[in-house]
């Protein structure tokens, strides 16, 4: 087999583009169909999920360690940022926000999250937005809970803190406009 470029320990947190924060909780050797795989166990607590990745196909699908903290910096200034509303369909918007949240990519699902964050004193969201918006303000919180050793809520309340700190701004600036 060839030398590894990623190589994740036991314990660690690592990201998988589908499912978020999950943590490695096991190396396994397996015989599938007569061949010889190694295998990284992965737990996703949320979801209450085992995922089995062979090792030589952890870079392929988009693994990765947790993000650094200049990723995860990038991204909390991502949500203070002025919400970009798109006027296409909403179907088109919804594929958009989906491959975003599922490439894993920190600052885009930050993107997501500030795009379809409500502020208590704005519109209510659809059904399907609300849908979209909690699994990518989850799927953040997940990672910045990991990074910083809290537990969701707390990652979440923190992001909802910021949300809420730009929508005032940019929601009186709407007020100022009319």
Same mark, same amino acid.
């Given at each position: 087999?060839?030398?590894? @470029?990623?190589?994740? *320990?036991? &314990?660690?947190?690592?990201?998988?583009?589908?499912?978020?924060?999950?943590?490695?909780?096991?190396?396994?050797?397996?015989?599938?169909? &007569?061949?010889?795989?190694?295998?990284?166990?992965?737990?996703?607590?949320?979801?209450?999920? =085992?995922?089995?990745?062979? =090792?030589?196909? $952890?870079?392929?699908? &988009?693994?990765?360690?947790?993000?650094?903290?200049? +990723?995860?910096?990038? $991204?909390? $200034?991502?949500?203070?940022? !002025?919400?970009?509303?798109?006027? +296409?369909?909403?179907?088109?918007?919804?594929?958009?926000? /989906?491959? !975003?949240?599922?490439?894993?990519?920190?600052?885009?699902i930050a993107e997501v999250t500030r795009d379809l964050f409500?502020? *208590?004193?704005?519109?209510?969201?659809?059904?399907? /937005?609300?849908?979209?918006?909690? @699994? @990518?303000?989850?799927?953040l919180a997940r990672e910045l809970a990991a990074m910083e050793?809290?537990?969701?809520?707390? $990652?979440?309340e923190k992001i909802l803190d910021i949300l809420n700190q @730009?929508?005032?701004?940019?929601?009186?600036?709407?007020?100022?406009?009319?």
């Amino acid at each position: 087999m060839a030398a590894k @470029a990623l190589s994740f *320990d036991v &314990g660690d947190y690592v990201v998988y583009p589908k499912h978020g924060v999950g943590r490695v909780i096991e190396l396994q050797r397996s015989e599938i169909a &007569g061949m010889q795989l190694e295998l990284y166990v992965l737990r996703f607590e949320k979801e209450r999920m =085992t995922l089995r990745v062979p =090792t030589n196909k $952890a870079e392929s699908v &988009g693994m990765r360690k947790l993000s650094s903290d200049k +990723t995860m910096q990038e $991204a909390l $200034a991502t949500l203070k940022g !002025k919400p970009k509303v798109k006027r +296409t369909m909403w179907s088109r918007r919804a594929q958009e926000y /989906e491959a !975003k949240i599922n490439s894993g990519d920190l600052v885009s699902i930050a993107e997501v999250t500030r795009d379809l964050f409500r502020a *208590d004193d704005q519109p209510e969201q659809s059904y399907s /937005e609300r849908q979209i918006f909690e @699994a @990518a303000s989850s799927r953040l919180a997940r990672e910045l809970a990991a990074m910083e050793q809290v537990d969701e809520p707390k $990652a979440l309340e923190k992001i909802l803190d910021i949300l809420n700190q @730009a929508a005032a701004i940019y929601n009186k600036d709407k007020v100022l406009e009319k």
